[in-house]
Each structure stands twice: as structure tokens, then as C-alpha cells.
DNA sequence: AAAAACCTTAAGGAACTGTTAAGATGTTAT
DNA sequence: ATAACATCTTAACAGTTCCTTAAGGTTTTT
């Protein structure tokens, strides 16, 4: 199990390493947000549930777990702040965080409510279902309606859905979908636009590099 | 980054706590050499420097420092004391400390010097630290909010980030985001105002040289 | 004041994507 | 076997985005 320690305040970082370590976790120290988000998606670092504190330099920790979620990663999240004040924990929850601890904590308590959240999800974490989409045999089921796809629509949809969120190169894909075959580049767009007429503009172009399944809805 | 401080007299270590942090360091502090040494040697904790008074109760600086080059710890160490004498100094150095301050010092001198040792030990001190910029791979991430980048843009940002703090020479910018493409030495500033309107002004034109990309929020 | 460096804006073209349709190929029903 | 159908690929044209250059304005240096 892998858990990131997002947090600038060194004795807490070095109690939690001890303590986590000590229960059988890998842990990975962050001081700041931007380099939790980097690691993560810039290296594509995955995490099995992330200790996160509210009051870090630069981007805080609300503002982070916003956009981890925004971005469809599913990872558990314990927040952690000296705020105690109700309306910061509304905050933090909002953002998407799964539990909400203030400073002091007791350590126990902290590794109660983190097997807790693990237990809960079940244990798998980083980018998992929730898109609205799941992929049948014989397409797809798009918001609780299914929808007919053909082989190859099925297999575009299937290696963006397990990069959700993130940009998937049209060199990927030809090499995930057409395993190589020599096929024009275009034949890329002419699936995709095949794609969003069937299920909706859930994909994003990112202009000179390939797609990107994007959550919620689309329009 | 992260300091140790290890000193007994409370108003150094405030005094030192308080600049320290305020230039995105790391501090932990400890009273005695013992207790530093128990959380190197017990508890595994890692440092990028550490400031370490002479004068304490119990073990010394000297013999403290002696100790961490015998186990092979080799973090930098910046010796602190009221003793001025060549003797003393050289009895410092000696027993392994990489550089030696006389009380009362300058604040500027000794983060200067704390800078030098890091810098002359490698670590990167341009700062990882907080800019509320991170890069992704649709854009960029400035202060939580994601903001859709060009290539050229997000090449030309990520080069400055790298460098944060420190001025780019032009030169430098067309080198590494135009990889010697033949462009005039204009397309710089278009993409560097391009960026501005896009991140805010975070980029600092130093006349005659380059950019460089500055801390925290604009105005 | 002149010169040099920078800012700002806009236009043209290059590169990329969207869209459509036709032909090729393969599959199923008759 | 043949017709009807489905799927895939390519090609062509249209539309969009991005990059660079150019030109005029502003600021800084000499």
C-alpha cells in the first residue's frame, strides 16, 4: 500500500513516515502540492491513498484535491489541517477530500480512519470507474444507456478509458488499437469523430498530441 | 529543503527558525546534539544541511560532528559559535564541519553560506519550492486553476520553471524550447507575453539578459 | 536625443483536426 | 452464390489552431 504524505510541516512528516512505516506502508513525502501533482502527473506516480494537509505553500490543499478530482482520480483522501473552524471542514470536504482530521491528532485515530477509507474503497485507487462508461461486449454503456460499438470504436474507447483523464497520444493509440498495422494517422479522427457522435463529447482534442476522455457529461 | 537547527539558546533558534522558513526552508530543531543524533541515527531522518551550535550541554558540536562523518553521514554542516579563536575554528573544521560562523553573525552572511554549501554539495536550490505552477500535460496548474497551454508556451514555462528565480538568457530559451531552429530572436517575447496574459505576471524581463519567473502571485 | 531592447498587435501561412463520402473488404441473410 | 449490410480505410476539402514575422509603439540605456 502506497500512501503520499503531502505536508510541509517537517515533525509531522517525520511522525507519519515513522508511525505509516511502521504499519506496513510505503510512503512517499511531499512538501508541497505542485510536486504531489507532478509526481503524479507528470511521472504518473500512483497512490494508494493520500494524507494531505490544507495549509501548504503555493497551492494548498483544497485547492489540490479540487483538482485531483476534476481530473477523475479516485484516490482516497485524508485531510489534514490546524483549521478546526466548521466552514474549513465543509471547504475541504467539498473539495472532494474523504475524511477530515485536525492537528493535534491522535495517531491512532489517524490510521483508524485511514484503514478506514482503504477498507471502504475496496483498495483499488488511482483512476478507476467513475466515468458514466463501462464497456460491454457489444459496446458500451454510456449514463445507463447502451450503445452499439464497432471493434475498433470499442478498443479506442477502451485504451482511453484506462488513461481517463489524461492525453493519450495518437502514436499510442495506433500502437494500442491498430497494434502497428501501417494505417494513416487520419484514420485516428475519423474513429474519434465516430466515437463522440455515439457517446457524446466526452473527448477532448489536445492539439498536436493526441485525445483525452474527459468526466462528467458532455456539452 | 530541510535544516536542522541544533541549538540551545531559544533566541537563535527563533531567530533562525523564523528566517529560515521565510525562505522556503524546511526546520527542525533540536536542543541537544543527542536528541539530533537519535533522530539521524534512530529514527532515520534526513537532512539537506545542518546548522549545529559548539556550545551545548551534553555531547558538543565538535564531537557531534565528528560522529556523523565516522558513520559516513555526509550532510553539509554549518558550525555555530560564540568562539572566535583560530584554535577553536580549526577544531571545528577539522572534525568535518564545511564551514564555521563566530556569534553574533550577520542573518544574510549565514544564509549565504547556507546557500553555498548546498549549492557546492549539489542540491538543487533553485527552489522546488513553492510557485503555485505546476505543469501537465494540457497545460499548466497556477495557483488551482488549470490553464490551457500551447507547445511553444508550456516548453517556453517549463524551461523557466526549472530555473526559477534564476534570470534565462534568450539565448538559453532559444536554445532549449527552438532546439536551434533558425527563428528570430522575437518569438521569445511573443510567447513570453502570450504566457503572461495567460498565467498572470509571474515573468520578470531582466533588461538586456532574459526572463525569469518569480514566486508567488503577481501584484 | 538617439540607439537599443522590449512590448504589443495583427496578418499570413503552416500544421493539425473535423467532416463527409466513396471504395474496399468482409459478413450475414436469402 | 448473390444480395444486402456492416465496417474500415483513404482521400478530399473545410475549418481551426498555432507559430512566426513584421511593423509601430514604448521603455530603457547611452
Known sequence: MRVAVVEDDLSIVNLLKRVLIKE??????????????????????????????????????????????????DVPVLMLTALSEEDDKVKGLDSGADDYLTKPFGIRELLARLRALLRRRGKVLLAPEPSGIVITDVGALVDGKEVKLTGRERELLRVLLENRGKVVSKEELLQKVWKGEAVSKRVVDVHVKHLRDKIGDRIETVWGVGYRLVEGAPE
Not at 502540492?33 to 507528470?42: G, H, I, N
Not at 493520500?50 to 490543499?61: A, K, Q, T
Open 24 to 73: 506496513g506502508f510505503s510512503v512517499r513525502e511531499f512538501s508541497t502540492a505542485e510536486r504531489f501533482l507532478s509526481a503524479v502527473f507528470d511521472y504518473g506516480e500512483e497512490f494508494d491513498a493520500v494524507i494531505l494537509d490544507v495549509m501548504l505553500p503555493g497551492i494548498n490543499g483544497v485547492e489540490a484535491c479540487r483538482f485531483l478530482r476534476e481530473r477523475g482520480y
